[in-house]
């Protein structure tokens, strides 16, 4: 393993699945694995991937604050946002398929929709539960 430079600011995601994560960054963005530290269980504990000059650390999930995204409700993340000034203009609820959703302003009047999948469902019984038909065409 080389010691090259260190960049003086590094992105550190955290996954449920870190290995995979590992393998499927490479694969996709071409991020080349330059160091994985694993526990005595064999766990990852951490890794660094690079891509040109540029690093970044994945790891797992290891505090409320480092956690996956898909990890993060998304009343929790709705209640960040409020803390900070967000004008929601939709409050957190589940959707008829199957996402709970939320939408915000920000200071500058952009309005933001986050949402995540609490129930995954077909189109077939969301049309059912809302009453409405899903096709690919009119």
């Not at 898909?70 to 967000?86: L, Q």
């Not at 996402?99 to 920000?106: I, Q, S, T, V």
Request: proline share 7%; glycine share 8%.
């Amino acid at each position: 393993m080389s010691e090259a430079k260190r960049p003086s600011l590094a992105s550190c995601p955290c996954y449920r699945d870190p290995r995979a994560a590992l393998e499927w960054l490479e694969k996709a963005f071409g991020f080349e694995p330059t160091m994985v530290i694993l526990g005595e269980d064999g766990s990852l504990m951490h890794s660094e991937m690079r891509f040109g000059d540029g690093m970044i650390m994945v790891g797992n999930e290891w505090s409320p604050d480092h956690r996956s995204p898909a990890n993060i409700g998304i009343d929790d993340h709705c209640e960040r946002a409020r803390a900070v000034g967000a004008e929601i203009l939709q409050e957190p609820e589940t959707q008829f398929y199957g996402d709970r959703a939320y939408r915000a302003r920000d200071p500058e009047g952009h309005i933001w929709t986050f949402g995540q999948t609490v129930e995954v469902m077909s189109s077939e019984a969301w049309d059912k539960v809302a009453g409405v038909t899903t096709k690919t065409r009119p």
